[in-house]
Structure formats: structure tokens, C-alpha cells
């Protein structure tokens, strides 16, 4: 019995288990073995229609077991891989057992990760555009803006933090999620009674001095002409560099207030191809031969955006949909010829060309050496994939929705899709408030880095108090391992003064639910809280 | 200015608000606000739907927006309502300050909520049904016990528990939504290679000898009958009194192994209005004349599932859409007839019958006096209920989706919606393990009422040794305010010890991640936590 198992359903896994079953599913002597972190294939180009609800949410996606019938597909992580034993760790599902499995041959194809190490405050306030959950996040936090907007109607520095959608990055993903956003935020608007049209800011941020460098300038410029004259701001030569829960730090030291950041690059290995000590080009590549194997190891394969496959002119084929499901047909008559002892083949195939969609009934596309942007483009684009999507029930489904988005307005439900609100890291700029004297305490703070200072109104001053400016006292200069916040928690008092970060610095958060579950029951933690807020209670007297 | 303040964005709140937008919109000296929690209004007889997806996810909610486009609508929670001054104190926003309002007149509407309180358990391990998130949430737990039941093949405790599905209440809300899991579950688990259909349980347990008390016993008989004959088991005459994270507790001391338990009972009255000093009924419903007015206060109203309404009989109006809706209506020309100082009416609406869905094609209906049953029932219930729906766009999507679905698969795309994952507390009754040794260490526990023993396996005692059964040792009993389960966490080794339930006990769970962030940072946490490890590795000695 061989055991063949595939890592990662993206298209490079799931087109490779298609192939493997064309040519294996029916010898009883192999079994076919895929895991997959969620239970469905993402079609990626068509995920940026998802924030607007232009497609129904789930079209866009494909639950992996419809794809593939033949194969064990296991909704799980895999922690590590031993290439010289020829296993993998799996992790735990409800189970907490680890779980080592020793396979035949390996398929790898995880594709890459947006990794935000290394950009302050990134990982806690940026957001990835990845998979599903990314889209429905962000759609969710757009529609909360404008909720909170339109409530706030007097706080014209939350309104503009709000109102302000950010976009990092103007390769074709950037692109497309910039335009989506902008389409949908500016539709949407119109319900809110409290927004004008004035207010909202769509930018896009770019390193270079163009958009969509996989493109000739030509289109490049196109492109920039369209979303510029639909709204969106172009912020060019600059790239994101830091972000704050309430703004975006660029290279140039500018700052763009903003509740609402996502950021599509930048691109990184996968951290399991990166834990493997295996030939790789220096952006982390796995390097393969052109019959997708890893050299040195007769049963290793790797394929998709995680490998660096040469083409046929000797360069690596470029990290698209198009080369990573013809790689993964390959691997079907590879590892088949493999298991025969039958020579391998070569990958030969060149590329048809690339498209964007820019939104609204316009893209831009290179096929065949053909330039085409505008209409047709767009028309090319939304045929081309949708005759690409898996399955006729999907492809009837997304026609029926972009007939109906004809005439429909788009959606505006806010589902409130949050990962977040437990125990976490913050990131703050200098400048900014953690919190003003007067709020109500939501959350206690542990500084892990950097430094701020506690500032307090002198008392019996009234605001817009006749006689000029009233100077606020700093009572106290916070460093590392300092608590501070618990004051309005264990008193449940509005805040009694305001923190505001000098240096950059990151925080651990804990929510005022946690942090009282937790006070409560554990006698150090509440201890440690008290001693602190004693000696504080002592010292600005 | 006269300002209106609505609270609720349920049936009764939305179609009073549009009352109130037909009769005062046009005024300049009216203001129209509507506070509910979500920015969506849930179409309720739709919603067991979502679990199978037979219609789009955002098909079965309306933006409160589209439906009401003269009122200011706030999507914020009310904090706590002062008649006696005409006030109502908002929940902050993103801005954490709160927000004291005055009112001239207030409309209470924000229906009932699913109360678990004093059922051990079921706060942390059973779902409501009431809104969208819930719906959601229930979908996404079926599809992820059918993922691990795949691949747990071997576990056959564990399978017992995933293929299990769990049930509370036996009246029309309950038992659509156990007709709906279960056409779904059987459905999708055909794509399930290592699930044997028979293998799958879906369980309706219900209080009184039959279910649906709403109607007459010949369609009760008839709706059992069509559950029983799709596979669905009914526990007739018990409750849910308890449940833990891997059973349901009935009241006649039997337990169903299950991980998926949804609960549409008790319906209890909303916070908000338990609060109030109101003449209310003995089930906490607010007592209003039959033009909707609380008694005493000229301009405090109310309706909906949280008003008991003299009907023309003299009994209170049942809680139904048809109810709300109606009163709703009767609000608006009541509040205007108010304002203008005009005489109120009376509401004097009987009810046009009830009816319920069973799924595929099957439902139970008593309408002007007819009994009907069968696919007319159900022809009616889709007909009835597509009329009903806000809005021509929405009816086109559902009846779209309803006429793709007879050709189409169901979804099976988990999102992977959650709340859960931060601190939390968890049930555990007796006999029941927290964890057993050798299992890996993901969250640390604190004990707070109950008690529970540490059991080791003697050493070197290997599994089914000959010689017959190995008996485990007693280590330790735990009772309330200890902490266990730290050991894995520091040491980053297996659980070195089972602990088991002896007493039914109440615990705080802390997942690894928020353990290890606050273990680091806080001294007094880490502190704790070594002293009681440094004591029980001496006294294990």
C-alpha cells in the first residue's frame, strides 16, 4: 500500500489530487491523503467580490470533498515534516493528540503567507487578504466603520479615522481588493444618512512609482487613470512600514488615520517550507527540477507558489493560478510514473497572459501578446473565470448573482465575523492615546515595550474654561513590564488619566471580561495588580 | 422636536418604525431613532435555513437601513432605560464613553432573549437559536464534527459524540430547526468517505408528551410521525437540565454523548426590560393597555414579544410575527394620534393561524380553522412566508435560491464562525475527563465550585498488558480554587495525570496562547502557578 499525501488544497493541491485520482484512484494499492487548514478550495480572483456580496458568499469557495472523491481530505495542520523519515505531525483536531504519519510520497503545496513580522503593529491591526475569513473580516469592518460614522456625527477625528480606507500594496491583488472596496464602500454609503460622500477616502499604497508591475506600463497607466477617476487615492513610492489601531505609518514618515487597513503583501514562504532544510531561492522557494521533484530526495515533490519551477527559458515559472494547475496535472503523471518506475516528464508550459479586474465593468488583460483593457477586458475576465470555477452547481450559482447584482443594490449586512477581542499585543505610534482621562475602562495594559506618560487634567478645570489653555500634568513616565489601566477595572471608575505613548511601543491587552474572570480567581494576578496601583496611588500625592 | 426612540430591530420594532416613518416622516418636527444590536433585521421563519444553506447566508436578514430610510438607526446596545426621567443610556462605540439620551416618547421592542442561567453548562456548551450568528455558528459546528469524525475513525467514543446531534424544544422554533439539521446532516454526509450514514443520531428531546403544543394533536401526531420516519429520535416528556462539552443531562438523569446541542428553550425576558419597575405578567412581560401604552406613563409603549397585549378575548396576543407586525402598524397611528393629542385605538387583531416547516417538502398549517399537512402545508408556508419577506429584491434572491436548490448540492463550506476560544468557563459532570494523561497541553484550568481527582497510571504499566486490568492511582482531589493543568504549559510536555469530574463542577479555562501572553508578562500570574506546581510535585514524592 502507497501512501500518497498532499499538503495543502489551494489550486497547486487540490488540481494535483485531481490529477493523482485521474490516474490512481482506482488501484487499490494507493491511497491519496490531502490536508487542508479549512474544509474548502478558494477561488482565489473572484475573492475580492466577496466584500461587496456582488457573489454569495460561499460561491466563491468550493467545499474540498465535492472536489475530490477519491481522496482522504483531512481538515487539519500538519506541525511538522520529517523529510529523512518520511513523516509528518499532525496537529491535534478535538483530540489533544499529535499524530505521526509516515507517507509514501510527499506533494507539497501550502503556497505562501502574508507575514507581518517585523512591520510594528501590522500582525494586531493589518489585515491579511488571503482566504475567506480575510474577506468577510473586512467586509464586516467596513460596514462598523460606517455604522460608527454615522453615529458619531460630532467627533470629526473618529469620523475621519473611520471614514478612511487603506490598501497596501498595487500589485493585481491590491488592485482588485482597492477597487472592490472602493465600489462597495461608496454604494453603500448612500444608506447612511449621516455620510457624505465628501468624507470617505479609499486609498491604495505602493512602493513603486506604478500599479500593477506585472503588467506593461501602458495598461499600468490605464489602470491608475480608472481608479483614480472612481475616487481612489494613489499613494505612490511610499510603502506601509507600521500601523497603530488607528493609523497607517508610511516609509516617507507620513501617517494616514485610518480604523480600517489591509495590506496584501508582503508575500512570504509558507512556515512549514520554511522549517524544512531543503535547496531553496533566496525568497524561500523550494527548488524542484522541472519534473516538480526536490533533488536528493526520490519521494518528495513540490509544486504551486511554494516552488521555484524553471520554465522552459530556465527562469522559475511566476507564483499563478494557471502554472500551479498545470503543475498539479503534471504531478498526477509524475508520481504515477514514479510508482511504475516509467520516466518523469518535464514542465513545459508558458503562460497565457494576465488579468485584473479593476471593478465596475472595466479591467485591464495581456493575453496572447494582446493588450486589453476597458469592457472587453472586464468581459474576458468574468467569462474566462467563470468557466474556470469548479463545478456547474458554482458556476451556475455566480451567473445567477452577477445577473441579479444587475439590479439589485448590494448587500449591507454586517455578520460580525471577529477573530479578535481576547488577549492580545497593541501597537502605538508616538503621540497617540491609549486611552483619555474620562473613558470608560474596557481593557487593563501590560507594556512590553517602549515608553508612555500618564498625563492628567489639573483638577477643577472645566473644559473651554475662560482665560486661554489649560496645561496637563504628566504624573508618570511608563517603561517595559509596567501595568497600567486596571485602576478603572478594579473600581470600575471612568479613567482618571489620559496615557499617551512616547516612544513606540507594544502592549498586551486584556479585555475587562478576561481580566475580571481572571482576577477573580487567581490570587497573584490580582495581587500583582494592587501592589502596582498602590504604589501609583502613593506617588502622585 | 419630538424625538421617538425605538428599541429593538426585530418584527415588532421594524414594522412600528416604518409605521412611524408613514405617518411622521414628513414631519420636520419629529425625530425617528432605532437602537438595535445587529444592522440587520432576521427574517425568523427563514432562518433555519442557513444551517443547510438552502438560501443565501445574507438572503435571510435585511439591512435596517434599506427597510427604514426616515429613521436615524443606531446600531448600539441600550445600557439601561430611566423612565422616571425620560433617558436612555447607550453602550459606547468604538469611543469608550458612554451616551445619556433624553426621549419623548419610548417604543420598548427588543423581543426575548434564550436565557441558559441556573442550567449548569448550557451558558458555555449549548447554542440558542435566535439570530444570525447563532445560525451560523450551528452550521459550522455540524460541518466540523463531520470533518473530525472523518478522520477520527478510530476514536469510537469520540465519533459517538460527533455524530450526535442534539436538540432542545419541541415547539415550532425547535423543531424546524431539528427537521433542518437533519435533512442537512444526512445530506452532506454522503460526501463523508469513513461516515456510515447509520452511524449518524439527531435527537429532539422535549418536556410534554408531544411536540408542537402550538397546534392541535392530530398535526402534532403527524408532524412526529414524518421526524420519526426521516431518522429523527424523539425523547419525549424530559428536559435539558445540564450539559457538560461532550453530553446533554436530561431530567430523568440519562445523558446523550453529543458535542453539538442547540437549546431553543427557555425564552426568557430581554435584560433590559427585567430591569424595569413595570407592572409586568408572571413570565416578565410588560402589562400595556390594548392601545399599547404602559400604564401611568403617557409616553412609554411597548409591544412585540416583551408586551403582554390584551387581545379582544381578553388573553394576552401569542408571541408571533403576526402579532408584532400588526402592533407595530397600530404603534405608528397611535404614537402620531398621541403627538397630535387625538384618541388612541385599540388593538384587535385574532390571529390568522399558525404553521410550521418540516423540512423537504413537509409542513403542519392551521389556517382560518383548517387543519393541513403534507406538501400543501408546505407549499403554502414557502408561499406565505416569500410574500412576507422585506423587500422585492430579497424575494427574488430566495426565490432563486429555492428553485437552484432542487438541482444543487447543499453548502459545505464550514466558515469557521466562532466566538468561542478566549477565557471562559466550562461544565464538567462526574465521571467526566478535563483531560487524560499523555494528551497534549492546550489550555490550563482553575477550579471554581466542585470537585475533581488526579488519576496516574502506574508506571511502566503498559497498555493491555497481560495480567488483566491495570488500576490507576489516585493522586490528588482537587476542590474549588485550585488550578490544574499547568504543568503541560510550562513544561511543554504531555498531560502527566487524567483529571477527573467527581462532584459536577464549574471551571475557568484559559487557552494556552492567552496563558503563555500573560504568563510572561504578569510576575504574580506566573508566581502562583509555579507554587502550587513546586507543592504537588512534593507531594506527589
Not at 478550495?41 to 477519491?70: A, K, W, Y
Not at 504519519?101 to 510594528?120: E, S
Not at 511566476?318 to 503543475?327: D, E, F, L, Y
Not at 501595568?483 to 489620559?498: H, K, V
Amino acid at each position: 500500500m502507497k501512501r500518497i499525501v498532499i499538503v495543502g488544497g489551494g489550486f497547486a493541491g487540490v488540481y494535483a489530487a485531481q490529477a493523482l485520482e485521474r490516474r490512481l484512484g482506482r488501484r487499490e494499492d494507493v491511497e491519496l491523503l490531502l490536508f487542508s487548514r479549512e474544509n474548502y478550495f478558494v477561488f482565489q480572483p473572484m475573492l475580492p467580490e466577496v466584500i461587496s456580496g456582488t457573489i454569495g458568499l460561499l460561491d466563491v469557495v468550493s467545499p474540498l470533498r465535492r472536489l475530490l472523491r477519491q481522496t482522504h481530505v483531512h481538515v487539519r495542520e500538519i506541525e511538522s515534516i520529517d523529510v529523512a523519515n518520511h513523516t509528518i505531525t499532525v496537529a491535534p483536531g478535538f483530540k489533544p493528540h499529535a499524530n505521526v504519519m509516515a507517507y509514501d510520497h510527499l506533494v507539497l503545496a501550502p503556497g505562501t503567507v502574508t507575514d507581518f513580522r517585523g512591520l510594528p503593529g501590522l500582525p494586531e491591526h493589518a489585515l491579511p487578504f488571503k482566504n475567506l475569513a480575510d474577506a468577510l473580516e473586512l467586509r464586516s469592518r467596513v460596514i462598523r466603520a460606517l455604522e460608527e460614522a454615522d453615529v458619531e456625527s460630532h467627533d470629526a477625528t473618529l469620523r475621519r479615522q473611520l471614514l478612511t480606507f487603506v490598501v497596501a500594496g498595487g500589485g493585481f491583488s491590491g488592485v482588485e481588493v482597492v477597487a472592490e472596496l472602493n465600489d462597495f464602500v461608496r454604494d453603500v454609503a448612500r444608506s447612511y444618512r449621516r455620510i457624505d460622500p465628501k468624507e470617505i477616502r479609499v486609498v491604495l499604497v505602493h512602493g513603486q512609482d506604478r500599479i500593477l508591475p506585472e503588467v506593461s506600463p501602458k495598461l499600468g497607466t490605464f489602470a491608475q487613470r480608472i481608479l483614480r477617476q472612481r475616487g481612489i487615492e494613489l499613494v505612490l513610492q511610499r510603502r506601509l512600514v507600521a500601523a497603530t489601531g488607528e493609523s497607517a505609518s508610511l516609509s516617507d514618515g507620513t501617517t494616514i488615520a485610518t480604523k480600517t487597513l489591509v495590506s496584501t503583501i508582503p508575500s512570504s514562504p509558507h512556515p512549514l517550507i520554511d522549517a524544512l532544510a531543503l535547496p531553496k531561492t533566496k525568497n524561500g522557494r523550494i527548488v524542484v527540477d522541472s519534473a516538480l521533484r526536490v533533488q536528493g530526495h526520490e519521494n518528495l515533490w513540490a509544486l504551486g507558489d511554494c516552488a521555484s519551477v524553471p520554465a522552459q527559458d530556465g527562469a522559475a515559472c511566476p507564483p499563478t493560478a494557471q502554472h500551479a494547475t498545470r503543475q498539479g496535472a503534471l504531478m498526477g503523471e509524475n508520481i504515477a510514473a514514479a510508482l511504475d518506475g516509467r520516466p518523469l516528464r518535464g514542465f513545459d508550459f508558458k503562460g497565457l497572459g494576465k488579468m485584473g479586474s479593476l471593478g465596475r465593468r472595466n479591467a485591464v488583460a495581456e493575453i496572447f501578446g494582446l493588450k486589453i483593457s476597458g469592457f472587453l477586458a472586464w468581459f474576458l475576465w468574468r467569462t474566462i473565470y467563470l468557466a474556470k470555477l469548479p463545478g456547474w452547481g458554482r458556476r451556475i450559482k455566480v451567473a445567477t448573482s452577477w445577473t441579479l447584482d444587475l439590479v439589485l443594490s448590494p448587500e449591507l449586512v454586517d455578520l460580525r465575523i471577529s477573530a479578535g477581542g481576547g488577549v492580545m499585543h497593541e501597537h502605538f505610534e508616538p503621540g497617540q492615546d491609549v486611552f483619555a482621562e474620562g473613558d470608560l475602562g474596557d481593557r487593563v495594559y501590560i507594556l512590553l515595550s517602549g515608553r508612555a506618560e500618564v498625563v492628567r487634567e489639573p483638577r477643577g478645570a472645566a473644559v473651554g474654561a475662560p482665560g486661554g489653555q489649560v496645561v496637563a500634568k504628566v504624573v508618570a513616565i511608563l517603561g517595559p513590564g509596567e501595568c497600567f489601566g486596571e485602576m478603572a477595572l478594579l473600581g470600575n471608575a471612568p479613567r482618571n488619566a489620559t496615557v499617551r505613548c512616547l516612544d513606540p511601543m507594544t502592549v498586551l491587552s486584556i479585555p475587562k471580561r478576561d481580566f475580571g474572570l481572571l482576577a477573580a480567581n487567581v490570587p497573584g494576578l490580582r495581587k500583582s495588580f494592587e501592589e502596582v496601583n498602590a504604589r501609583r496611588v502613593l506617588s502622585s500625592h
